[in-house]
């Protein structure tokens, strides 16, 4: 399980994972800063700056619920006995790679109009007051949170035993997609978000892959799944559990030198299917903050 403490350095497997979970943040966190991008640029193109502490009020409630459920996983399983950890982290990962699978076929789908949706919940709740401003923005940015909250969750239970490099890739990740949002906003940068939410949608369905591998074994543990000793193949004879090859093939995949047949089953079967079909719908249009229609200024609040 999640071994932070004492352990200030990144190792082998914890520099894979760094690099994977900072892909991964960065993927999810660019998604809810185009959101705020969105709503702001709305809010300030139509002259109701006034709205503008409505939407940061519900942009931070979001960020903060999402916080609390990567802690409250995190932390309040160090409690229970190991064959509960091993159910709870389980059924987690099962719900991360559900929520991940269902957005990033969403983002795929919804990217066409995702802008003009956002906006025009935006346009309505300001007739209707500052709660329903900040629940517009509250709901945009906390589906991103709470999916981050589980991978994240799931990603760092899955890789035990590596040191900061999980948890620290999700902190570089996301900070690097706020440091972007803001650099959208302003103009500096411009970003192919279609080849972008392409790529890193594809790695998020092989990452999605392992941690089901994870759950299922996780699930095995606690004897919920049977199978557990019933083994798909046994390489320790010939990869060392804990040599440089293993660290990084369970670092990037969450393949170990040996597995279970329902392990082994679940990842290759989530793999084959996802995927290809992922990649066969076709380039996902660019999410961008549309040209809103001028308005005549709101009085100042």
């Known amino acids: ?24 943040g960065l993927r999810e966190g660019l998604e809810a800063a185009l959101v705020v991008v969105i709503l702001v640029a709305f809010l300030v193109k139509t002259d109701r700056r006034w709205a503008l502490r409505y939407v940061w009020l519900g942009v931070g409630t979001a960020v903060v619920l999402s916080v609390a459920i990567g802690a409250i996983l995190t932390f309040g399983t160090a409690g229970l006995d190991e064959a509960q950890q091993e159910l709870v982290g389980g059924i987690a990962s099962l719900v991360a790679v559900g929520f991940v699978t269902w957005m990033i076929f969403w983002m795929r789908r919804a990217g066409r109009r995702i802008a003009g949706e956002l906006t025009g919940k935006l346009d309505s709740a300001l007739a209707v007051g500052p709660l329903a401003i900040a629940t517009v923005a509250f709901v945009g940015v906390a589906r991103e949170g ?21 948890l620290l890739g999700w902190v570089v990740g996301i900070g690097a997609a706020v440091l972007l949002g803001v650099l959208v906003y302003r103009g500096a940068i411009k970003i192919d978000l279609a080849r972008f939410f392409r790529w890193t949608g594809a790695a998020l369905v092989v990452v999605a892959a392992g941690i089901l591998a994870y759950a299922v074994h996780e699930l095995q543990e606690a004897g919920v799944l049977p199978g557990e000793k019933s ?15 293993a660290t990084v093939i369970r670092g990037i995949f969450n393949l170990r030198p040996r597995m279970a047949v329902l392990e082994i089953g679940a990842w290759a079967a989530y793999l084959l299917v996802v995927l290809p079909l992922f990649l066969a719908g076709g380039r996902p249009t660019a999410t961008a903050a549309p040209e809103p229609r001028e308005r005549a200024a709101a009085p100042t609040r």
Do not use: C, W
């Open 1 to 24: 399980m999640l071994m932070l403490a004492g352990k200030a350095y990144l190792t082998s497997e914890g520099t894979v994972m760094f690099a994977s979970n900072a892909l991964i």
């Open 146 to 166: 709470l999916e981050t909250a589980l991978f994240a969750y799931a990603t760092i239970q899955s890789a035990s035993q590596t040191g900061v490099g999980p």
């Open 231 to 245: 083994y798909a193949f046994d390489l320790r004879h010939l990869i060392d559990p804990q040599g440089p090859v």
